[in-house]
């Protein structure tokens, strides 16, 4: 399944290198919970790239170097709290290229400007393939996390503002949910005004 996300990355950026799950169970602050998940969803995890001026004819910047980790999972999906986890035990960036019965996906971790962790991904695919561009680490990595979502690519990759578009999107589904339960009239009315209010705004800031 992971031979079906293409990061049309050079041969000598590879590592397919088997990781332990065990090497992150070490780590002092792991919690049971994010424990119980990897143990449960996660059945191999693959060091497949590292993107450095070492592997690559590239210069580094901001992100001096990045690394591709193959995730195979045992479950349909992928608590975030796992890759959020393991970006944390891990010094440098990471592209997660997650494999599973739904498909493919790739996900990152980065932050907003209170430091607090922020998934960028793309949704669930057949098979995915993102354009390798840039002449360093730096704008290489900025360009593949622009192409995981229009809404964080709409925003210029402001992780800020793409934090706002996501907590908007949940509102306006959740305004949804509420429209749909709801039998009287007046009331309906009231939630949809809501939403429209939030649908405004969230134009206003992607188009």
């Known amino acids: 399944m ?9 041969k000598s950026t590879e590592i397919n290198k088997f990781v332990a799950k065990t090497n992150f169970y070490k780590r ?7 424990h ?7 059945d ?7 993107v450095a001026p070492t592997t690559m004819n590239v210069s580094s910047g901001d992100v001096v170097e990045f690394q591709v980790f193959h995730v195979q999972l045992k479950t349909p999906d992928l608590d975030n709290a796992v890759p959020i986890f393991i970006q ?3 010094p440098y960036p990471i592209l997660f290229v997650i494999s599973g019965a739904r498909g493919v996906r790739v996900i990152a971790v980065t932050k907003n400007a209170d430091s607090k962790p922020i998934i ?14 840039g002449n360093s680490t730096d704008t290489i ?10 809404s964080f690519a709409a ?4 992780t800020d503002k793409h934090s706002e578009v996501t907590r908007i999107k949940r509102g306006i589904d959740a305004l949804s949910a509420k429209i749909k339960r709801e039998t009287q009239v007046n009331k309906r009315q009231e939630l949809a005004r809501e939403r429209y209010e939030l649908e405004t705004k969230l134009k206003g800031m992607i188009g």
């Open 2 to 10: 992971a031979d079906s996300c293409d990061l049309h990355l050079p």
């Open 28 to 34: 002092a602050n792991i919690t049971p919970k994010i």
């Open 36 to 42: 119980d998940f990897i143990e449960q969803q996660v």
């Open 44 to 50: 191999r995890i693959t060091w497949s790239n590292k």
């Open 88 to 90: 944390k035990s891990v």
């Open 120 to 133: 960028i991904a793309t949704d669930w695919k057949p098979s995915l393939s993102l354009e390798l561009k």
């Open 141 to 150: 990595y900025k360009n593949y996390l622009l192409q995981l979502s229009p």
């Open 155 to 158: 925003v210029g990759g402001d």
